[in-house]
Structure formats: C-alpha cells, structure tokens
C-alpha cells in the first residue's frame, strides 16, 4: 500500500516503469510472434510514459519526448540488424544457400558458358530450333530473324534455360556439318 502510494505521488517513477515496460514489449516483438501485439503493446506504453513526464512539467515533458525520438530508431534500428540472427528471423528468412531456386545450377552455369560463343544451325529456326556449339546440340531460339540450316549462329544471351541466337556475321569457315541436318517435322 506505501509503495502505490509513493509512485501516485512521483509521476517520473510511472514515467520510467512505463519506459520499461515499453522497452521489455518491444524486445519480446522482436523475439516471439505476436503478429504485432507486443509492438502496439510497447506503443501503448510509450506512449503513456510520455504522459507521465508531462505530469512533471512541461520542460522535462518536451525533453523526455525528444529523448524518445531519438530512442526509438535507435532500437529499431538495432532489432532490425539483430532479428535476422533471432531463432523467429531465421525461420522466415532464408538464407541464399538453403533455397534451392536461389542457387544456380551446373546447368545454368554451363549455359552461361556459351555466350559469344559461334555454332551451327541444325535446323531451320523460324523461332526456335537446334544448334550445335562445340560439338554440344543445344535447343535455341532465334533473336530476331529466320536462321536456316547449317548457318554460321552466335550465342547473344541465357535467359532461363534457353539459349538465345543470331545469325552470325562472320563468313562460315567450315564445310558443310558431318550430321545431316534436323528436319522440321511441322514444316510442309
């Protein structure tokens, strides 16, 4: 009974209880889903802490409300660099090396290998076709125009899996392909 009676008495005692009180709900958001509740939880308190120190005066009050001003992003900035290492912050964040379709494949890798690179049409390509590079037959996709067969084609770009092709502009310095080229089964 003393006790309430003393802090009804010191309005900067319910100003620092209800600080910290704030602070130990905002903490607790940081760590313990609550699907906000501890955040506003802490507003809440802050907010009525900073009535309390208007119950001061109006100096300490103003003073008080600056000091938050600057508290508050100060610890938001710190729970925002120290959640991602929180058991709650690395369940929902992933790490690159944990999803599978974050990291590139060998597939990929080997494709990428190929820009610049020059290789044959196998087919005719009116959009997309086969080429071979090296050796390697590939699926392509023509660039911008139709690439008949045996043409000398370079690789412009990967975008996804397939491989993207022009016409070369150099002179083909290789006889015709030992392979037969690929008929079209659609073409009529």
Known sequence: MFVLFVLMLYP?????LFLGAAF????LEVFLP???????????????SIVFSF????VVGSLYTLFVCLLVPVFLWGALRLWPR?????????????????VP????????????????????MLLGGHVEIEGNRYS???DAEPIESGELVSVLRI????????????????TSPDEPPIEDPFAS
């Open 105 to 124: 494949d060998e597939e990929q890798q080997a494709l990428r290998q190929l820009v610049g690179k020059q290789g044959i049409a196998k087919s005719k």
């Open 140 to 142: 392509a996709v023509s």
């Open 159 to 174: 975008e996804g899996t397939s491989v993207i092709v022009r016409k070369s502009r150099l002179k083909q310095t290789t």
């Open 12 to 16: 900067i005692l319910w100003t620092f």
């Open 55 to 58: 119950q001061i005066n109006v």
């Open 34 to 48: 609550s699907a906000g509740l501890f955040g506003v939880l802490a507003l809440a308190f802050l907010v009525t």
């Open 24 to 27: 130990i709900a905002a903490v």
């Open 86 to 102: 929180t058991w709650i912050g690395r369940r929902i964040l992933l790490e690159p090396g944990e999803d599978p379709a974050l």
